[in-house]
């Protein structure tokens, strides 16, 4: 099971949810336009992680070191995001 903790709320993705469909599910407001790692609309600032983030595929958008797509990355553990910065 996967802990998702913001500043606004803490939760768990179900099975098969990627972190982009979690955060909306619970109200976070994000961007997203294409939900393949393409446009990067949808990146955030990941603070901390308990594990090792990654992605099925490399990502054609560029992000930062801190940043992730939660649209197409892979989360275990508890992970830390602030969606309120970008």
Known sequence: MTWVMTSKKQFYLHDDESLLDGLLRTGHDINYQCKEGYCGSCRI???????????????L??????????????????????????
Do not use: T
């Not at 600032?45 to 990502?59: N, Q, T």
């Not at 958008?61 to 649209?71: F, G, Y």
């Not at 989360?75 to 995001?81: A, E, L, N, T, W």
């Open 45 to 59: 600032k990941r603070i901390a992680s308990s594990h090792v983030i990654d992605y099925p595929f490399e990502p």
């Open 61 to 86: 958008a560029m992000i930062e070191e801190d940043e992730i797509l939660p649209c197409c990355c892979r989360v275990q553990g508890v992970i830390y995001v602030n969606h309120e910065l970008l």
